[in-house]
């Protein structure tokens, strides 16, 4: 029998097996908390637990080497269910819940179980007016007219993917115009080569009528020239005289990128704004945990930082696909937001997940301040449309409604 073959069958039944336990257990978790026969407690994970599950979930081979260990860009398959196709990232799936549950001290239970909708005096948080959205001159080209499915005067963010040509830029922001929207395009600072490329996108853009640009270092490693960080191309000063706002990123989770205090660079762009006229509003990564969200919004607040904050949330978007974002900045806070909104283990892979419950909780935890809501501020919505741009203007559209007439 040959030791490779033998090798990879025992992975693979090994596999097979660690997620047939994970199954019953949650079946298990399920049935108890559908029936309320057992205290919460029973259903509370210890860390200890928590940290047993993730070192068994990291003992299953991730992909076997050769020729078909291929990238998964999309966690479902075609033909059948990930985990058939890749059961092992159903186990990670599940310790990683299990790890976010312990810190949490909340309920693995709840990754079966859907949120009970908050009290009326708990939704009233407007995140939703003035709400922005982002968007790709790809997923713009699916989109007959942005008048048809948003507001008149939605800001849209236009994402600067690595590669994009500056005349599709400028001719999405041109478009968008045209239709009733703000285009506020992306401006990644390590992707400039120099003044010179800066100088030219901004003509690019203010020729179109753009009066507002989002400004980011960018995720490239290496910069492309003299800038390193979007304080780099402030500095220049060529901005403030062409521009009537930029709006940087905040990180509620931290940043890799930005290994010493974030705050102090915060401070120095909201400084050189006000210094310099400019208005400038914060958008947050996208976040899956309302706890982080609400501390770093109050974190501002409390350092002097007065800005307009507009928290990034993914639109309404499969679990898969929250999923595979979300391995891509941490798996963590993605699982986190599965479990509370995910009806079934199938429901964890094929149904369409809205933001309702994160957004209700982050008006919980507002409301619910000690500090009193108003210390957090001017807070808005931003919405990343992972799950399809039509599908969250529409969802934002309809909930903006709902909210002003309840």
Same mark, same amino acid.
């Given at each position: 029998?040959?030791?490779?073959?033998?090798?990879?069958?025992?992975?693979?039944?090994?596999?097979?097996?660690?997620?047939?336990?994970?199954?019953?257990?949650?079946?298990?978790?399920?049935?108890?908390?559908?029936?309320?026969?057992?205290?919460?407690?029973?259903?509370?994970?210890?860390?200890?637990?928590?940290?047993?599950?993730?070192?068994?979930?990291?003992?299953?081979?991730?992909?076997?080497?050769?020729?078909?260990?291929?990238?998964?860009?999309?966690?479902?398959?075609?033909?059948?269910?990930?985990?058939?196709?890749?059961?092992?990232?159903?186990?990670?799936?599940?310790?990683?819940?299990?790890?976010?549950?312990?810190?949490?001290?909340?309920?693995?239970?709840?990754?079966?179980?859907?949120?009970?909708?908050?009290?009326?005096?708990?939704?009233?948080?407007?995140?939703?007016?003035?709400?922005?959205?982002?968007?790709?001159?790809?997923?713009?080209?699916?989109?007959?007219?942005?008048?048809?499915?948003?507001?008149?005067?939605?800001?849209?963010?236009?994402?600067?993917?690595?590669?994009?040509?500056?005349?599709?830029?400028?001719?999405?922001?041109?478009?968008?115009?045209?239709?009733?929207?703000?285009?506020?395009?992306?401006?990644?600072?390590?992707?400039?080569?120099?003044?010179?490329?800066?100088?030219?996108?901004?003509?690019?853009?203010?020729?179109?009528?753009?009066?507002?640009? !989002?400004?980011?270092?960018? +995720?490239?490693?290496?910069? @492309?020239? /003299?800038?390193?960080?979007? #304080? =780099?191309? %402030?500095?220049?000063?060529?901005?403030?005289?062409?521009?009537?706002?930029?709006?940087?990123?905040?990180?509620?989770?931290?940043?890799?990128?930005?290994?010493?205090?974030? !705050?102090?660079?915060?401070? +120095?762009?909201?400084?050189? @704004?006000? /210094?310099?006229?400019?208005? #400038? =509003?914060? %958008?947050?990564?996208?976040?899956?945990?309302?706890?982080?969200?609400?501390?770093?919004?109050?974190?501002?607040?409390?350092?002097?930082?007065?800005?307009?904050?507009?928290?990034?949330?993914?639109?309404?978007?499969?679990?898969?696909?929250?999923?595979?974002?979300?391995?891509?900045?941490?798996?963590?806070?993605?699982?986190?937001?599965?479990?509370?909104?995910?009806?079934?283990?199938?429901?964890?892979?094929?149904?369409?997940?809205?933001?309702?419950?994160?957004?209700?909780?982050?008006?919980?935890?507002?409301?619910?301040?000690?500090?009193?809501?108003?210390?957090?501020?001017?807070?808005?919505?931003?919405?990343?449309?992972?799950?399809?741009?039509?599908?969250?203007?529409?969802?934002?559209?309809?909930?903006?409604?709902?909210?002003?007439?309840?």
């Amino acid at each position: 029998d040959d030791p490779v073959l033998r090798k990879k069958r025992e992975e693979t039944l090994r596999t097979y097996f660690v997620l047939v336990v994970f199954v019953v257990v949650v079946l298990l978790l399920h049935h108890h908390t559908m029936s309320s026969r057992v205290p919460a407690a029973f259903l509370q994970v210890s860390p200890n637990t928590a940290l047993c599950l993730s070192k068994l979930s990291s003992t299953i081979p991730q992909a076997h080497a050769g020729p078909r260990n291929r990238p998964t860009h999309a966690i479902t398959s075609a033909n059948r269910p990930c985990f058939l196709a890749r059961p092992h990232r159903l186990v990670t799936a599940f310790a990683a819940a299990a790890v976010a549950a312990a810190h949490s001290n909340a309920p693995v239970g709840g990754l079966l179980t859907r949120h009970m909708s908050m009290s009326a005096a708990d939704r009233n948080l407007p995140l939703l007016q003035d709400f922005s959205i982002e968007t790709t001159p790809k997923s713009a080209s699916a989109i007959p007219d942005h008048s048809e499915i948003l507001p008149s005067g939605t800001r849209v963010y236009v994402a600067a993917i690595p590669g994009t040509p500056r005349e599709d830029m400028t001719a999405l922001c041109a478009r968008l115009g045209k239709e009733g929207m703000v285009a506020v395009p992306h401006l990644a600072a390590r992707a400039l080569s120099g003044r010179e490329e800066l100088h030219a996108w901004l003509h690019s853009f203010r020729s179109v009528g753009v009066e507002r640009v !989002l400004l980011l270092a960018g +995720d490239t490693k290496t910069p @492309a020239g /003299e800038f390193t960080s979007s #304080m =780099d191309v %402030l500095k220049t000063n060529l901005l403030q005289h062409q521009l009537a706002g930029i709006d940087i990123v905040g990180h509620p989770e931290g940043s890799a990128n930005i290994p010493d205090d974030p !705050l102090k660079h915060m401070r +120095d762009k909201v400084q050189w @704004a006000r /210094e310099n006229n400019v208005q #400038m =509003d914060i %958008l947050t990564q996208v976040c899956f945990n309302s706890s982080a969200v609400a501390d770093y919004c109050l974190r501002l607040r409390q350092d002097g930082i007065s800005n307009t904050l507009r928290v990034g949330m993914a639109g309404p978007t499969k679990p898969s696909t929250l999923i595979k974002y979300a391995m891509a900045c941490g798996v963590g806070p993605s699982i986190s937001l599965l479990q509370k909104n995910s009806g079934t283990a199938f429901g964890l892979m094929t149904q369409r997940q809205t933001p309702d419950g994160l957004l209700n909780e982050i008006s919980t935890a507002v409301n619910r301040s000690p500090a009193g809501s108003d210390a957090y501020g001017d807070l808005r919505l931003h919405l990343f449309s992972f799950g399809g741009f039509a599908a969250t203007a529409n969802w934002a559209r309809d909930t903006a409604a709902a909210q002003a007439d309840p």
